[in-house]
């Protein structure tokens, strides 16, 4: 059986992935480190080489549990992960974002992008773009924020962010009703969704391009 460990920023996270891999032989070890995140609700920032130094340390732990592969589904973390991390590292490093940004890039017409934390929208789009020149792809991309969304997620009232998360959503689909419209947190993920399917439209997320790229790349076998 595939070993997958997953570092997240938040638990709630921890239910979305086991969700994803449920129809797969795998097992999912789950390492919860909200640190990085906490920098963002009042409380001490640490320098980027801090937080990175963090990250190393974690992958490090993480491979010594004789896993498979490393699934980073914190933005913010993933935001850290360097080429030389990822040389250094025993077994695959999957980011959140990285199948998610080949997605989006592929997209000739304008596109929304919808951010609930602020923190994450720079090194995010950064490395959106770079992945994108790097296959001569120009995304023309339009970025939205929900105001004080994250804040309510760190706080776990977890009603109130999907009530927050849904509004936007609603607001961006009323806007922009011929734009592809995706969210960039995987705990926006089971909002989008669902919204789709009340809506009857497409809202792109990161959590199904992960899940379709590692079950390719590792060969995931079904257990149905």
């Known amino acids: 059986m595939t070993r997958i460990a997953c570092l997240h920023g938040h638990h709630s996270n921890i239910s979305l992935l086991s969700d994803a891999f449920a129809t797969f032989d795998v097992e999912l070890i789950h390492f919860v480190d909200p640190g990085l995140l906490l920098q963002n609700v009042g409380t001490p ?33 993933a935001s850290l992960v360097t080429p030389e991390d990822e040389a250094m590292a025993t077994v695959p490093i999957f980011t959140i974002d990285g199948p998610f940004f080949h997605e989006l890039a592929q997209h000739t017409e304008p596109q929304v992008l919808l951010f609930s ?16 020149h790097s296959r001569n792809l120009h995304p023309e991309i339009q970025i939205n924020i929900v105001e004080n969304a994250f804040a309510l997620l760190m706080e776990n009232k977890q009603e109130a962010y999907r009530e927050a998360i849904k ?58």
Not at 46 to 55: G, P
Not at 61 to 70: E, K, L, R, V
Not at 117 to 132: D, G, I, S, Y
Request: overall charge neutral; hydrophobic content about 40%; charged content about 15%.
């Open 45 to 77: 920032v640490h320098t980027k080489e801090q937080s990175h130094a963090k990250l190393r340390d974690q992958l490090t732990w993480m491979q010594s549990c004789a896993a498979d592969a490393i699934v980073i589904t914190c933005t913010q973390y």
């Open 117 to 132: 934390n602020p923190a994450t929208v720079q090194p995010t789009m950064e490395r959106l773009v770079k992945h994108a």
């Open 167 to 224: 509004d936007a959503l609603y607001h961006l689909h009323q806007t922009f009703p011929d734009q592809p419209i995706a969210v960039a947190q995987l705990s926006m993920a089971p909002i989008a969704d669902q919204f789709a399917k009340e809506n009857g439209c497409a809202i792109s997320h990161p959590l199904y391009s992960l899940t379709s790229h590692i079950s390719a790349t590792l060969q995931l076998c079904s257990n149905r």
